[in-house]
């Protein structure tokens, strides 16, 4: 028997419903073999996983990696070097980049300027503009289109501010384009008018602008508030109107009026919606968020939305949102955290985090891999090639340790930014190995890949 490239032996293999003892064997990128434990497979390289979970490859789908335009703060090769480290083996880039990928010119020059660069395998937004060229984009490979329907109170976000998509003829056009081609239309919902008035009135107008001040706004429903819950009723409608396959961005940033939205347009209306949680939503809270500071951008206000969100299907993914910025961008942010750019660091943390959840009971592995591996892999046209453990399915398998702990800390961060909005907490479980159609890529912190080996997944309507 000619003996496999790969076999992970002794493990606990773990599912979206359940887990097994047993051993996965690999061989030319795919998984060829699922054995009973015990059994003795012939491998050029064995992982001995005893103690261990093994995961399919758990996905990441909300990383700025910032490249082109941005890249002092990150590009793809830090950026996936960061989810590598973090056990993520599958990356989906969240464009706001200059230039913005909105046509067939831009995506093909920013596949062919991060293609050599990932060390894990990765998918490209196009950005949605223009509704005349969302399907060049979607047949050149977009996994979906991203929509700004925002734009910062001070107009730094994002980059280029004519990316909003503030109007909502424009809007309804895209909508109408993105269902044509059957990709998902990812957005990130607000009512910016409503948003800049009072925010203005009662915060910036009257010189109110320190960090802690920022914090009030948020918590009042300011910033990323009430404006986002707006936004996400004209935009759910629209998109029951076109039969637009919506993706709603940002959950974990919206007051409890998004939350009941959402429940009502899937389970009421069954409509085709589905919605991503961010991690800082469950496990941020103020006191972090005031340390860290322009670090961080939310906080979990009212955590038990987030959570009963996981346990009745609002949310469908988690995310761990990657949005870095270097020092010197948010330097003033202390002073005046309005007129910053927003961001907090996930790609490196995200995966720690749930399975700091796991051991405290409040999340199971299998939700882990249901958020972060099934569930997207599904919405995206991914699975079974990703998301899955399957005889065929792409060998990508992320195997973590429950009882290894870490303190974040800056300096052990791969990401350019060089901080962690998560400075200083302890988190209990941790990725040791990371796996991307066999090749191991991360091994207990060591990255042993080399960049360019991470490979572009197209979306399900590429030509
Ligand atoms: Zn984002």
């Given at each position: 028997?000619?003996?496999?490239?790969?076999?992970i032996?002794?493990g606990?293999?773990?599912t979206?419903?359940?887990?097994?003892s047993?051993?996965?064997?690999i061989?030319?990128?795919?998984?060829?073999a699922?054995a009973?434990p015990?059994?003795?497979?012939?491998?050029?390289?064995?992982?001995?996983?005893?103690?261990?979970?093994?995961?399919?490859?758990l996905w990441?789908v909300?990383?700025h990696?910032?490249?082109?335009?941005?890249?002092y703060?990150?590009?793809?090769e830090?950026?996936t070097?960061?989810?590598?480290?973090?056990?993520?083996?599958f990356?989906?880039?969240m464009?706001?980049n200059?230039?913005h990928?909105?046509?067939l010119?831009?995506?093909?020059e920013?596949k062919?300027?991060v293609?050599?660069?990932?060390?894990?395998?990765?998918?490209?937004?196009?950005?949605?503009?223009?509704?005349?060229t969302c399907?060049?984009l979607?047949?050149?490979?977009?996994i979906?289109?991203?929509?700004?329907?925002t734009?910062?109170?001070?107009?730094?976000?994002?980059y280029?501010?004519?990316?909003?998509v503030?109007?909502?003829?424009?809007?309804?056009?895209?909508?109408?384009a993105i269902?044509?081609?059957?990709?998902?239309?990812?957005?990130?919902?607000?009512?910016t008018?409503?948003?800049?008035?009072?925010?203005f009135r009662d915060?910036?107008?009257?010189g109110?602008?320190?960090?802690?001040?920022?914090m009030?706004?948020?918590?009042?429903?300011?910033?990323?508030g009430?404006?986002?819950?707006a936004?996400?009723?004209?935009?759910?409608?629209?998109?029951?109107l076109?039969g637009?396959?919506?993706?709603?961005?940002?959950?974990?940033?919206?007051?409890?009026?998004?939350?009941?939205l959402?429940?009502h347009?899937?389970?009421?209306l069954?409509?085709?919606?589905?919605?991503e949680?961010?991690?800082?939503a469950l496990f941020?809270?103020?006191?972090?968020?005031?340390?860290?500071?322009?670090a961080?951008?939310?906080?979990?206000?009212?955590?038990e939305a987030?959570?009963?969100s996981?346990r009745?299907g609002v949310?469908?993914?988690?995310?761990?949102?990657?949005?870095?910025?270097?020092?010197e961008?948010i330097a003033?942010?202390?002073e005046?955290?309005?007129?910053?750019?927003?961001?907090?660091?996930?790609?490196?943390?995200?995966?720690?985090?749930?399975?700091?959840?796991?051991?405290?009971g409040r999340?199971s592995?299998?939700?882990?891999?249901?958020?972060?591996?099934?569930?997207?892999?599904q919405?995206?046209g991914?699975?079974?090639?990703?998301?899955a453990?399957?005889?065929?399915?792409?060998?990508?398998?992320?195997?973590v340790?429950?009882h290894?702990?870490?303190?974040?800390r800056?300096?052990?961060?791969?990401s350019?930014?060089?901080m962690t909005?998560?400075?200083?907490?302890?988190a209990?479980?941790?990725?040791?190995?990371?796996?991307?159609r066999?090749g191991?890529v991360?091994?207990?912190?060591?990255?042993?890949g080399?960049?360019?080996?991470?490979?572009?997944?197209?979306?399900?309507?590429?030509?």
């Amino acid at each position: 028997m000619k003996p496999f490239d790969l076999v992970i032996e002794n493990g606990t293999v773990v599912t979206a419903t359940d887990s097994y003892s047993g051993t996965i064997a690999i061989s030319d990128g795919k998984v060829a073999a699922i054995a009973a434990p015990g059994l003795k497979l012939p491998a050029e390289k064995t992982v001995d996983a005893t103690g261990l979970h093994v995961l399919p490859g758990l996905w990441h789908v909300h990383c700025h990696f910032r490249e082109p335009g941005h890249t002092y703060k990150e590009d793809f090769e830090t950026g996936t070097r960061a989810a590598a480290a973090g056990g993520i083996t599958f990356c989906i880039d969240m464009t706001n980049n200059t230039p913005h990928p909105t046509t067939l010119d831009t995506f093909e020059e920013k596949k062919a300027m991060v293609a050599p660069k990932a060390h894990v395998d990765y998918a490209l937004y196009g950005g949605g503009l223009y509704p005349k060229t969302c399907s060049e984009l979607v047949k050149a490979g977009a996994i979906g289109i991203k929509i700004f329907n925002t734009r910062h109170v001070k107009e730094v976000y994002p980059y280029i501010t004519e990316l909003g998509v503030l109007d909502h003829g424009i809007l309804y056009e895209l909508y109408e384009a993105i269902a044509e081609t059957g990709v998902v239309g990812s957005v990130h919902h607000d009512d910016t008018e409503w948003v800049k008035r009072l925010t203005f009135r009662d915060f910036i107008d009257k010189g109110a602008t320190s960090n802690a001040d920022y914090m009030d706004a948020y918590e009042k429903g300011y910033m990323y508030g009430h404006g986002m819950v707006a936004g996400l009723a004209s935009s759910l409608y629209y998109a029951r109107l076109t039969g637009l396959r919506l993706h709603v961005l940002h959950l974990g940033v919206m007051p409890v009026g998004a939350y009941e939205l959402l429940h009502h347009a899937k389970h009421d209306l069954g409509q085709d919606v589905t919605a991503e949680l961010e991690t800082a939503a469950l496990f941020m809270n103020r006191e972090q968020a005031e340390k860290v500071g322009p670090a961080s951008y939310l906080w979990a206000v009212a955590p038990e939305a987030g959570w009963e969100s996981v346990r009745n299907g609002v949310a469908d993914f988690l995310v761990g949102e990657h949005a870095p910025h270097s020092i010197e961008d948010i330097a003033d942010g202390w002073e005046d955290n309005f007129s910053v750019p927003l961001g907090i660091t996930g790609a490196q943390e995200f995966i720690p985090l749930l399975l700091n959840a796991v051991n405290e009971g409040r999340l199971s592995l299998s939700d882990v891999v249901r958020f972060c591996a099934l569930a997207p892999a599904q919405r995206f046209g991914i699975y079974p090639k990703k998301g899955a453990l399957e005889i065929g399915s792409d060998a990508d398998v992320t195997i973590v340790d429950l009882h290894k702990e870490t303190v974040f800390r800056k300096e052990d961060m791969h990401s350019k930014a060089a901080m962690t909005s998560w400075e200083g907490m302890k988190a209990k479980g941790m990725p040791v190995y990371t796996i991307v159609r066999g090749g191991i890529v991360m091994d207990n912190g060591r990255i042993l890949g080399e960049p360019g080996y991470g490979a572009f997944t197209p979306g399900i309507a590429a030509a």
